[in-house]
């Protein structure tokens, strides 16, 4: 109970003070008392779509949930790219007012400036067209492409393609649609290996089931992997489950495994918490019991590497950080993490790969982040 009150204080405080900034900025757009209250009331909804979104569908009125989400969550992405371009353009404004009164002549006139009056205009367009391009931009999937070579492939494979997705987040606001989608672009890479590392689940998946079925006809050659991520946990860990199973995804939770003696295999849990605690697992232990002289495979939600896993593993896939997803976010993850998407090295011949991930978390936009299915191609050599 503490922690969900925690939650909807930090919430009120963060996102209520980004609308009232952004009420603040565009204020002077709106004249007439009874225009100036209609005016705020707006900004009092839209904190509070979120709120009643996540209500409708913990009551499963998943209608009313959708029609809530898409102008909630919208809005959501516009106020914070407003008051970005507000703050990116006061700034030589402010600095221009300053030089002006600092002449010895000027004489500097009673309230507001009105280059500041006319920032937030300017602004609000700017936030917009940047709001349909990241609309746009979030159902334009990417593939990357990448080719490692390895001496630690059987000799009767020559070539091993992996195919990572990561961060769907299935949700009330996932058009069923993007997801058959997916699975056609993922089914055209004819991978040998098919792993999902979290995210996947986020919210109630009873719209889902034809995804689920349309994922479990995708039948690759060593079969289709997964592991937990934070949304699992925050969606409810049982369902997330029954769904992946569905969707023929084997579930790794702090197992490994020397997979049809082509490939070690290994994958933990997520650390979030949500009433089920994620299985405990020394990740060293794990990685140890797995033979050196096959390719290890680590999937780990977070692009995180315990320092005393360091050379028990050649490739760790993870998702999590969107590359934050909205600009200019990707700065406040690379300091969060260290890691934003694509290559790290993580020393003693064990690399991590990072993806941006195909879904959206909160608003439906990406800005500099477009969604990615990667290919690895494995190669004897």
Known sequence: MLAYLGFFAIYVLGYGGLQYCCWRKLRHL?????????????????LALPILTRVAERSDWLLTARLLAWPGYLWMGYSFLLLV????????????????????????????????KLTGPVAAVLALLVTLYGAYAAR??????????????????????????????????TDPARLTDIVAQVRALQPDLLVATGDVVDGTMAPHQAGAAAFAALQPRYGKFAVTGNHEFYAGLAQA??????AGFQVLRGESSNYHRV???AGVDDYATNGELPRAVDERELLATLPRDQFTLLLRHRPDVPANTVGLFD???????????????????????GHTSGWYEAGNNSRLYVSR?????????????????????????
């Open 241 to 246: 489950l029954t769904w992946l199973n569905d």
């Open 357 to 381: 991930g195909l879904g959206t978390w909160g608003p439906p936009l990406r800005v500099f982040s477009p969604p990615e299915i990667t290919v690895f191609d494995l190669v004897r050599g």
């Open 140 to 173: 334009q999937m990417v593939m990357e492409q990448h080719t490692l070579t390895t001496g630690k492939l059987p000799a009767a494979l020559p070539r091993l393609r992996i195919v990572q997705i990561s961060d769907l987040h299935i949700g009330i606001m």
């Open 315 to 337: 490739l760790q896939l993870s998702g999590h950080t969107h590359r934050g997803q909205i600009f200019p976010f990707t700065g406040v993850v690379w300091l969060a993490t």
């Open 85 to 116: 371009f507000a703050m990116l353009i006061d700034l030589p404004a402010g600095l221009l007012v300053l030089l002006r009164r600092r002449r010895p002549d000027a004489v500097p006139p009673p309230g507001t400036p009105r280059i500041f």
């Open 30 to 46: 709106v004249r007439g008392r009874r225009q100036r209250v209609l005016f705020m009331a707006w900004f009092i909804l839209q």
């Open 263 to 265: 490939i070690n295999l």
